[in-house]
């Protein structure tokens, strides 16, 4: 059973996410702070988390930096109503997979969940990718980004990625064009 965890201090957010989650199959868990949030991370194996940026004590970015400083590398969908460049730049840095503006629909995560292929097996390819990054792999990552780049070429988190992986590779140039891209696709969703 899929099982993913929502982190959001609203609580009608925390609702929806959990009813669109259980229609995709998903078994859900909630916190409605960081702390919280990084106790159930820590204690459960998640195949996929939401988390909000704007949380009480913990910022969701810090969040998200101490779930990767524990090893934790469940794909992470970052949800905000204050998309900002840095806040980009840093998620993705920090590995998120994509993000999700609020307000948001049950039909936008739908398409969301589809689109990085996370109802169709426990590990996605955009989380494969991390997973090859995570293992300093950034020649394997490359390739794999090449084929879902091929195939979505509007998805964001692919351009975020590529930036990533062009960093592992040392290519800075390269790595600041995708993440520009990446911040393109952020301002429009």
């Known amino acids: 059973m899929k099982r993913a965890l929502i982190i959001d201090d609203t609580k009608n957010i925390r609702l929806l996410l ?4 259980e229609i995709e199959g998903y078994t859900v868990d909630t916190a409605s ?4 949030g990084l106790y159930l ?9 939401f988390l909000d940026i704007k949380l009480p004590e913990i910022s969701g970015t810090e969040v998200l930096r101490q ?3 524990k090893g934790i590398q469940s794909p992470v969908i970052i949800i905000t109503a204050y998309p900002t460049v ?11 997979i994509t993000y999700l503006q609020k307000p948001f629909t049950m039909d936008r995560i739908h398409h969301v ?4 292929h996370l109802d169709d097996s426990p590990l996605s390819p955009l989380a494969e990718v991390q997973q090859q990054l995570d293992q300093q792999a950034p020649e394997k990552a490359l390739a794999l980004l090449r084929q879902a780049l091929s195939q979505e070429p509007e998805n964001g988190a692919i351009y975020g990625l590529l930036a990533k ?14 993440q520009k891209a990446a911040a393109l696709f952020l301002e429009e969703s």
């Open 33 to 36: 702070n960081g702390k919280e």
């Open 113 to 116: 969940l589809h689109e990085l």
């Open 67 to 69: 779930l990767r400083t």
């Open 18 to 21: 959990t009813k669109c989650l």
């Open 86 to 96: 840095k806040n980009a730049v840093d998620c993705t840095q920090l590995g998120a």
């Open 41 to 49: 991370a820590a204690t459960g194996e998640y195949h996929l988390i």
């Open 165 to 178: 992986t062009y960093r592992q590779l040392g290519n800075l140039t390269l790595a600041e064009k995708f």
